[in-house]
């Protein structure tokens, strides 16, 4: 009983209303989350929708957390599709997040197209939140990305999650807004170099930092910096002909290591 109220207590201080940022792609978590400005990666549904629009096939991934914090009832994970159209490329992604007590679980719709080099893209999120005893609430969420070349080897995005600021429950609790603003830059070929600003509603900016280095073409390390909580990351890619195995290791400073894995298949 002790060790649910624990959890209770720490899903309304990390979470506060429910539903908040994960990047749940082990890359852009070993990255700290600096991937705004990232381009052809079926992630990008989750930190920019733009960047799906750089996707010419048919691309299919999966991610897990196992024990977020070293606690099997934070335990998340979720399924990412893309596919390009004659005009654009569309996604879809499910994901859920939590346990029997708690439980959260997103459905997300997405759509990203090119335009004179600039990249737009949008996702409809399906909420649904179920406690235990409590119920259950539904909600419906609009997020908006743009990426834009600012050189032949600098991109900037931008990207606002939540913009029609939802609500949730009978309380009409608003789910969290949020706004990121980052620079990837590609010094080499085999190095990306992500900074982005992000804002989330009731907690201070953080400054998130990324680096990629692909050693050789079937092996990557990635290493990252986040403040306001300061965090540290870190991971690994291998790529195998059409497959991409990516891990992840996060250091929470008062709650503890993460591990997080994702599959790609493209």
Same mark, same amino acid.
């Given at each position: 009983?002790?060790?649910?109220?624990?959890?209770?207590?720490?899903?309304?201080?990390?979470?506060?209303?429910?539903?908040?940022?994960?990047?749940?792609?082990?890359?852009?978590?070993?990255?700290?989350?600096?991937?705004?400005?990232?381009?052809?990666?079926?992630?990008?549904?989750?930190?920019?929708?733009?960047?799906?629009?750089?996707?010419?096939?048919?691309?299919?991934?999966?991610?897990?957390?196992?024990?977020?914090?070293?606690?099997?009832?934070?335990?998340?994970?979720?399924?990412?599709?893309?596919?390009?159209?004659?005009?654009?490329?569309?996604?879809?992604?499910?994901?859920?997040?939590?346990?029997?007590?708690?439980?959260?679980?997103?459905?997300?719709?997405?759509?990203?197209?090119?335009?004179?080099?600039?990249?737009?893209?949008?996702?409809?999120?399906?909420?649904?939140?179920?406690?235990?005893?409590?119920?259950?609430?539904?909600?419906?969420?609009?997020?908006?990305?743009?990426?834009?070349? +600012?050189?032949?080897?600098?991109?900037? /995005?931008?990207?606002?999650?939540?913009? #029609? $600021?939802?609500? !949730? @429950? &009978?309380?009409?609790?608003? +789910?969290?807004?949020?706004?990121?603003? /980052?620079?990837?830059?590609?010094?080499? #070929? $085999?190095?990306? !170099? @992500? &900074?982005?600003?992000?804002?989330?509603?009731?907690?201070?900016?953080?400054?998130?930092?990324?680096?990629?280095?692909?050693?050789?073409?079937?092996?990557?390390?990635?290493?990252?910096?986040?403040?306001?909580?300061?965090?540290?990351?870190?991971?690994?890619?291998?790529?195998?002909?059409?497959?991409?195995?990516?891990?992840?290791?996060?250091?929470?400073?008062?709650?503890?290591?993460?591990?997080?894995?994702?599959?790609?298949?493209?």
């Amino acid at each position: 009983m002790a060790k649910y109220l624990f959890l209770t207590i720490l899903f309304i201080e990390i979470c506060r209303c429910g539903f908040e940022r994960n990047e749940t792609g082990a890359r852009a978590i070993a990255m700290g989350g600096a991937t705004t400005a990232n381009f052809d990666t079926i992630w990008s549904l989750y930190t920019n929708p733009a960047g799906i629009s750089g996707c010419n096939n048919l691309k299919i991934g999966s991610a897990y957390t196992p024990q977020q914090f070293g606690l099997s009832e934070l335990a998340s994970g979720g399924i990412v599709a893309v596919s390009p159209i004659s005009f654009g490329v569309v996604g879809g992604a499910v994901r859920y997040y939590g346990f029997k007590k708690y439980n959260e679980f997103t459905a997300t719709f997405s759509y990203g197209m090119t335009v004179s080099a600039i990249a737009f893209g949008v996702n409809l999120n399906y909420y649904h939140l179920s406690i235990e005893q409590y119920g259950s609430a539904v909600a419906l969420g609009i997020d908006a990305g743009i990426l834009a070349p +600012l050189s032949e080897k600098l991109l900037t /995005g931008l990207f606002i999650r939540n913009l #029609n $600021s939802p609500t !949730i @429950g &009978i309380s009409k609790n608003k +789910l969290p807004q949020s706004f990121s603003i /980052g620079i990837g830059y590609l010094p080499f #070929n $085999s190095v990306q !170099i @992500g &900074i982005d600003f992000y804002k989330e509603t009731l907690f201070e900016p953080s400054l998130r930092t990324g680096v990629e280095y692909w050693l050789i073409d079937a092996l990557a390390i990635r290493a990252g910096i986040t403040d306001n909580p300061d965090q540290y990351s870190g991971g690994i890619g291998i790529k195998v002909s059409t497959i991409r195995f990516d891990y992840a290791l996060t250091k929470h400073p008062d709650l503890g290591w993460s591990h997080s894995f994702s599959l790609t298949i493209f």
